[in-house]
């Protein structure tokens, strides 16, 4: 999918679409992320961990990509962020896949590793340069999106394969038994409860918003401003992200490991002062000469900083903070709170970026204010914190471990 990202705005005008567009495509996203957040956790629950992420990766990737390829104007990508939704039930199966049989010690090394995996993708977005230099931007990029169908189906064959379902999931597939989706939906009410009474859990839905609002404007405009602002030619567009993930891999190996060790103030104080920086230095590139590429390739060394800090914390922030116990219930409802609270941020970005392709990253500068403001003083009044310390934590877990 890295080969098809960094075009994915820009893909869009070419087809057709505007600013606003692009923008409620973002936020239709977004609000069916919301719904399927709901239902995820029955969803988890119900078919079990490793079923619920196999079947729904097909559903949100791979139908997806299908659609993106022959997509003509603004309803195919509609239909398609309608199904790529969906995503959100496996986000929910695949976190507890990932994290419910492993050390609480673990569990912020699991994600380091998982972002740099992801990142180690970008890498090959050159590829997509060189097929939008010989074959220009449309063609490539359908061409791209039937090799991201065929690679994302690859995937999901291989992770059913090569995993097995978790000890909870074990627990929770017997207690689910007879009972349908709704019903079991249905019992948020406690879960709603167990997150309102963890000032921990509230702390990370608002982190994790405000990381996945800052995310979701900066991976929608980036491309347009820096294409149609600041006028950089299509084939150089992905290598920009090689350079951001480069900085990113480098920092989650060399530098997060010694920032990480305790509470998660610092690195987290840190990463929102690094993404102001970069999105700062965006907003300032001049259209003219060749600074313009000195600046954003500074600009993409602390985003890549900023955001592989942040992406990963934000995670580890939910998976520490989350009860054990009723751990997909518990991840659907703040899956569906995040959603919610940075759904309006796509058609907001849309509209601002019809006014001036700058406005977005403004925005985005608020925004990781805010975050930074949030997280000084949440640890000012919270200094001690059981669940960010590996043995306390780990105790806690032992307590609330699900039985049989």
Not at 80 to 99: P, Q, Y
Not at 166 to 175: D, M
Request: net charge positive; hydrophobic share 55%.
């Amino acid at each position: 999918m890295n080969l098809c990202i960094p075009y994915a705005s820009v893909y869009m005008l070419a087809i057709g679409l505007n600013d606003v567009q692009v923008g409620l495509i973002a936020t239709i996203y977004m609000l069916s992320q919301v719904v399927f957040a709901f239902f995820s956790g029955p969803i988890t629950d119900k078919m079990g961990r490793r079923k619920a992420t196999a079947v729904f990766d097909f559903i949100s990737w791979s139908i997806p990509c299908l659609i993106w390829w022959r997509a003509e104007n603004f309803w195919f990508f509609l239909v398609a962020a309608l199904f790529n939704g969906t995503m959100k039930v496996t986000t929910n199966s695949w976190d507890c896949l990932l994290v419910e049989d492993a050390e609480k010690s673990q569990i912020t090394k699991i994600y380091s590793l998982v972002i740099v995996a992801g990142q180690l993708s970008a890498l090959f977005a050159p590829i997509s340069s060189i097929m939008v230099s010989r074959f220009t931007l449309v063609p490539a990029i359908k061409i791209l999106y039937i090799n991201a169908f065929v690679m994302m189906t690859a995937k999901i064959i291989v992770l059913y394969l090569v995993s097995k379902e978790t000890r909870t999931g074990v627990v929770r597939l017997r207690e689910t038994q007879g009972k349908n989706i709704f019903q079991l939906a249905g019992g948020y009410g406690g879960v709603i409860k167990i997150i309102a009474h963890s000032h921990g859990t509230v702390f990370s839905l608002v982190i994790t918003a405000l990381v996945g609002a800052v995310g979701m404007i900066n991976n929608t405009f980036w491309q347009v401003i820096v294409s149609k602002k600041l006028l950089v030619p299509d084939p150089l567009l992905p290598l920009f992200p090689v350079l951001k993930s480069v900085v990113a891999i480098f920092f989650l190996f060399v530098v997060v490991p010694h920032l990480t060790k305790g509470l998660l103030k610092i690195p987290l104080l840190v990463g929102f002062a690094c993404y102001f920086v970069g999105q700062s230095l965006l907003i300032l590139t001049p259209v003219e000469g060749a600074v313009k590429y000195v600046l954003l390739c500074i600009s993409l060394i602390f985003d890549g900083f900023g955001f592989g800090i942040l992406a990963m914390l934000a995670e580890s922030l939910v998976a520490l903070h989350v009860n054990a116990a009723e751990r997909a219930r518990v991840m659907a409802i703040q899956h569906m709170i995040i959603m919610a609270a940075t759904s309006p941020f796509g058609y907001i970005g849309g509209m601002l970026s019809s006014i001036s392709r700058s406005l977005p990253f403004v925005l985005n500068l608020g925004l990781l204010a805010t975050g930074f403001l949030v997280t000084f003083i949440y640890y000012l009044k919270n200094p001690y914190l059981p669940a960010e310390t590996p043995a306390e934590g780990e105790k806690m877990d032992a307590e609330n471990e699900p039985q049989g």
